[in-house]
């Protein structure tokens, strides 16, 4: 069975430090790979979606950056953090057998809850 | 464009009364896909259901039930019986063409002892 795994699971940052967020999957191949971020009041915002290694597209011009250095890796990273980074950030999968379509269900990760001071 | 409306922002239930999440939806697209979620307070998303735009069959599954009407574009969710283990925020979510998960803003059950 897959299985998603996401951390830290909490992280405490100052202003202006960088991040590094994780979120590998196991149990499958090839999977399309999605960050959201998630801020106070529950709205869901999807912010990177992978369909292949290297390949990343961006839904939200941000601070945040996307990698996907491995087939079932996908890290969330800055340079420098804003007050307005924090927030619970979500990794989700699905298969990715001919990229995106609308039949995918979107399995989610436990989160990273992150708090920037 | 696409759009997902959940009207109810916070519910509150006692323990065994049966609860309905209102879920209202807006697409161009003859084919889509309709899905629910739960987020427990530990914050993970967990998938419930997934239904496609072709098949307006209710669907039950233990205490849970979905009513999906194409007529009224809603795609509701009944808790029977409800426990307190039932409190959660409740998402509902629509696929566009691109493949995106669209959300709604989300329902917060609490489902008092």
């Known amino acids: 069975s897959q299985t998603i795994h996401q951390w830290p699971a909490t992280l405490v940052q100052p202003v202006g430090s960088p991040l590094s967020l994780e979120c590998t999957v196991e149990?499958?191949?090839?999977?399309?790979l999605y960050w959201y971020r998630q801020a106070a009041g529950r709205g869901l915002q999807l912010l990177f979606y992978?369909?292949?290694?290297?390949?990343i597209s961006s839904e939200v011009p941000q601070n945040l950056s996307a990698s996907r250095p491995q087939d079932r890796q996908f890290i969330l990273s800055s340079k420098k953090l804003l007050l307005s980074d924090s927030g619970f950030y979500l990794c989700a999968w699905s298969e990715g057998l001919a990229g995106l379509t609308s039949t995918d269900t979107q399995y989610f990760g436990p989160g990273t809850r992150l708090t920037v001071l | 464009a696409q759009k997902v409306t959940q009207a109810q922002t916070e519910i509150s239930v006692v323990e065994k009364e049966d609860v309905t999440l209102d879920c209202v939806y807006e697409t161009r697209d003859t084919t889509y896909y309709l899905f629910w979620y739960k987020q427990p307070p530990s914050g993970e998303l967990v998938f419930l259901i997934r239904r496609n735009s072709f098949d307006e069959q209710n669907e039950i599954s233990g205490r849970y039930s979905w009513n999906f009407q194409k007529s009224t574009s809603s795609f509701n969710f009944t808790i029977t019986a409800s426990q307190v283990v039932d409190s959660a925020v409740y998402f509902c979510?629509?696929?566009?063409?691109?493949?995106?998960?669209?959300f709604g803003q989300g329902t917060t059950l609490q489902v008092k002892p």
């Open positions: 149990g499958t191949s090839n999977p399309n």
């Open positions: 992978s369909v292949g290694i290297g390949q």
């Open positions: 979510a629509l696929t566009s063409n691109t493949g995106k998960l669209i």
